[in-house]
């Protein structure tokens, strides 16, 4: 099973191999709390770019280990790449721009990232 995500405006969009997640990260950090992010974690294996590489823009702040992904044209941020604790390669997928997700449903986790 996979499910698609996309910008505002659909020129990037990608593929993430395995089912739409139960759960959701929120975190309140100063950019996530900002820009509602809901957060799902993923190996960088399972997810796929299918268009837009041409058109994102890269966001790094704080300590530099996650590269913040956005659309040039529409400006939506629909996931990132860093690296996680134990070193492997992640995608942070927004759930939010998942259209099959069912954001209603999510069981959401709390993480207080502005401590971090």
Known sequence: MA?????HCGAVTYTVEGDIPDTAMSCNCSHCRRK???LTFVPIDR???ESGSDKLASN?????N??????SDCG??????????DGAKMAAVNLRCVPDADLDALQI???DGASF
Do not use: T
Request: charged letters at 15%.
């Open 66 to 71: 996650i590269d913040h992904q956005l659309c």
């Open 36 to 38: 509602g992010f809901l």
């Open 3 to 7: 499910y698609e995500g996309s910008c």
């Open 60 to 64: 790094k702040f704080n300590k530099h």
């Open 47 to 49: 997810f796929r770019l």
């Open 76 to 85: 939506c941020q629909s996931f990132s790449v860093g690296i996680a604790p």
């Open 109 to 111: 986790q709390k993480v």
